[in-house]
């Protein structure tokens, strides 16, 4: 049995936040999965999804705890990577849907307002 490091629990906790948060926003939200390789998973179905991002997320982890082993320094620096790598995507990918999201509601609005002549106010003078 491998033991799982805390780098690897939290890669684990950002995969499965990941994908909690993809199924709802694509089922709620119409939002579309930002990896290619995912989107075409997830094309196929919610199950076969869930599915392939567990192996994709699990594997490469067990192997990584595997090597701990071997060589510690580098797996653990590679975790440490891949966290933060993980989540600069994640919060990048959110931070673009909300982007989006906002362009969508405010393709509609009216900037009338800010393109209309500022009205004078007569109580106030400007010298020339």
């Known amino acids: 049995m491998v033991k799982v490091s805390r780098d690897g629990m939290i890669l684990t906790a950002i995969g499965m936040i990941d994908l909690m948060t993809t199924i709802f926003l694509v ?16 094309h196929q179905g919610i199950p076969v999804f869930v599915l392939a991002k567990l192996i994709l997320c699990l594997g490469p982890l067990y192997l990584l705890e595997y090597a701990r082993r071997h060589r510690p320094k580098m797996v653990t620096l590679s975790m440490r990577v891949a966290i933060a790598a993980y989540l600069c995507a994640y919060v990048g990918g959110i931070s673009q849907l909300n982007d989006f999201a906002l362009q ?15 009205i004078p106010n007569p109580n106030v003078h400007v010298k020339h």
């Open 27 to 42: 089922n709620y939200r119409e939002a579309s999965e930002g990896n290619p390789v995912m989107a075409y998973y997830l």
């Open 104 to 118: 969508a509601r405010t393709r509609n609005v009216s900037m009338a307002w800010i393109e209309s002549p500022c």
